[in-house]
Each structure stands twice: as C-alpha cells, then as structure tokens.
T-cell receptor, first 112, second 111 residues
C-alpha cells in the first residue's frame, strides 16, 4: 500500500512553454501533498505544500505564479511550470501524506 | 523540525549488516525519527520510523537511544540494491509538515 505515482516520468520542452506534472496517490487519500525540487548532487528542497480544496502554501523564493499547483481531489495534485526556462530544469518530486509521507518516483524536466 | 547529523558516506560489504548512525540531540518530544532512502534518480523511499521504542519491519531495524538523542538504522544483510543515500529526519506524525532532507549518508554496498 501507499503508492504514489507521477506522470510524466521525464519531459523535454522548449523554453517558454508550460509543463504539467501530475501526482496521484493510488491506494489512499491524502489531504496534504508536497512538491519538492532536487538539483543535481543536492538534496530535496520543498517548493510548496498543497491541501485539498485550498490554495497551496509556497516556500520563500518559489514563485507561485510560475509554479501553479492545483489539488483538486484527495488523490490528485498537479504542478504546472509556466513559461519554463532552462534554469527550471530539475528533478521534481511529489509526496502524499497519510501521517507518513510517501513519495512519487519523480519527474525529470529538461528545458531547452 | 529537529536538525539531524549523519556521516556523509559509509561503505558496507555485501551480506553484512549496515549500521547507519544519526544524531538528533534537539529532537522534541512529539517528533518521530523517520528514515528514507533515495536510490539514484528515484524518489525517496520510506523505510521505517519510531518515537522511542526500537522498531523492526521487513526492510530494517531502528534502534533509538533512551535519551532519544541518536538512533541507528540497521540493514541486516546489505545487498547491492541497498546502495543509496539514506536520510534521517525528525518530524511529527501528523504528516502535515514537510520533511527537511539534509545531506544524508551515501551508503555504498561493496561486492
């Protein structure tokens, strides 16, 4: 149990385009989901906390208008990177919380 | 969340027990000790957590000192697939708060 999926697993896009990443808790309901970002050889850094039915809470330095988060149901949260630039290239990881946090496999984004 | 300190790297021979230490001297009374690991290019995998009693599951054992200032994760028979970065994190059990991932311990299991 406690499986979290992410789609897509990797994506390549052109600079200026938008990319949507989906995070799903497959076998449990999660009132809270988290989005993290990990640059090469660095640890995970929290971007935002998402609660079902309410606006996400963003960490300092994370632009809410650039990283749009929607948590429409207890099993789905989406992260949209708008007007992506090469510096947004990173490994994006979500987690869903059922007391313990369970992580998705991550999405590798490459912006050309 | 409590700050944790872990050695940056460790090696372990395949088939031997891997003992990964963690210091968390500032952990508060309601914070659990969580262990996750991250295999290269994957999301973190939950391993085990505990409050003050020792815990064991199919993956590992967690030994927490009586004063709760440190703990040890034990992988009883390390395999090559256990090579990963292991993170020790102090957090409450509500699941509502983010996990602070420090630098972790890079465990290399050697054939």
């Amino acid at each position: 149990g406690a499986v979290v999926s992410q789609h897509p697993s990797r994506v390549i896009c052109k600079s200026g385009t938008s990319v949507k990443i989906e995070c799903r808790s497959l076998d449990f309901q999660a009132t809270t989901m988290f989005w993290y970002r990990q640059f090469p050889k660095q640890s995970l850094m929290l971007m935002a906390t998402s609660n079902e039915g309410s606006k996400a809470t963003y960490e300092q330095g994370v632009e809410k208008d650039k990283f749009l988060i929607n948590h429409a149901s207890l099993t789905l949260s989406t992260l949209t990177v708008t007007s992506a630039h090469p510096e947004d290239s990173s490994f994006y990881i979500c987690s869903a919380s059922r007391q313990t946090q369970y992580f998705g496999p991550g999405t590798r984004l490459l912006v050309l | 969340d409590a700050k944790t300190t872990q050695p940056p790297s460790m090696d372990c021979a395949e088939g031997r027990a891997a003992n990964l230490p963690c210091n968390h001297s500032t952990i508060s009374g309601n914070e659990y000790v969580y262990w996750y690991r991250q295999i290269h290019s994957q999301g973190p995998q939950y391993i085990i957590h505990g409050l003050k009693n020792n815990e064991t599951n199919e993956m590992a054992s967690l030994i927490i000192t009586e004063d709760r200032k440190s703990s040890t994760l034990i992988l009883p028979h390390a395999t090559l697939r256990d090579t990963a970065v292991y993170y020790c994190i102090g957090a409450d059990q509500t699941g509502a708060n983010n996990l602070f991932f420090g630098t972790g311990t890079r465990l290399t299991v050697i054939p």
